[in-house]
């Protein structure tokens, strides 16, 4: 089992659906930007989410264009188009979510806002794009 941890955006407004057994669920396309620079591209997902998980993204207004953090379950699935020809496509099944504030620093300073942009890096990189994985060693 893969687990995926991942920020991007919320496609599509969300729609509360109930599945043949009585379970409330939510789907919804999520693109996220990975690489840098010119290497940048988008790649899209697809998240579901369950019973209660599925009601809190609908009652805490997540909506496209919301820019959350997802974790879950990942799996590549098959699926069938609408042209009746098959598919795959990157999947998680949603273990725990939250917003990603953006917007002006709370302590008042004049400063830059806060917020994810097409070019920043998706995680913590090297200033030549290469993940930094020189660490000094932790204390015993």
């Known amino acids: 089992m893969s687990q995926s941890v991942t920020i991007g955006r919320v496609t599509a407004d969300l729609d509360l659906q109930t599945s043949a057994n009585g379970e409330n669920y939510v789907r919804f396309g999520f693109a996220e930007n990975i690489g840098y620079g010119e290497s940048l591209r988008t790649q899209f997902l697809q998240v579901w989410a369950w019973g209660d998980d599925a009601k809190h993204l609908i009652k805490a207004k997540v909506k496209k264009g919301s820019l959350i953090r997802v974790s879950g379950e990942l799996m590549l699935e098959e699926y069938r188009k609408q042209d009746n020809s098959t598919d795959k496509r990157l999947r998680v ?41 020189d660490r000094e060693s932790l204390p015993e």
């Open 93 to 133: 099944n949603l273990e725990s979510w939250r917003f990603i504030p953006i917007g002006k620093p709370k302590n008042g300073d004049a400063g830059d806002e806060i917020a994810a942009t097409e070019t920043d890096p998706p995680y913590d990189t090297h200033p030549d794009g290469e993940i930094d994985g």
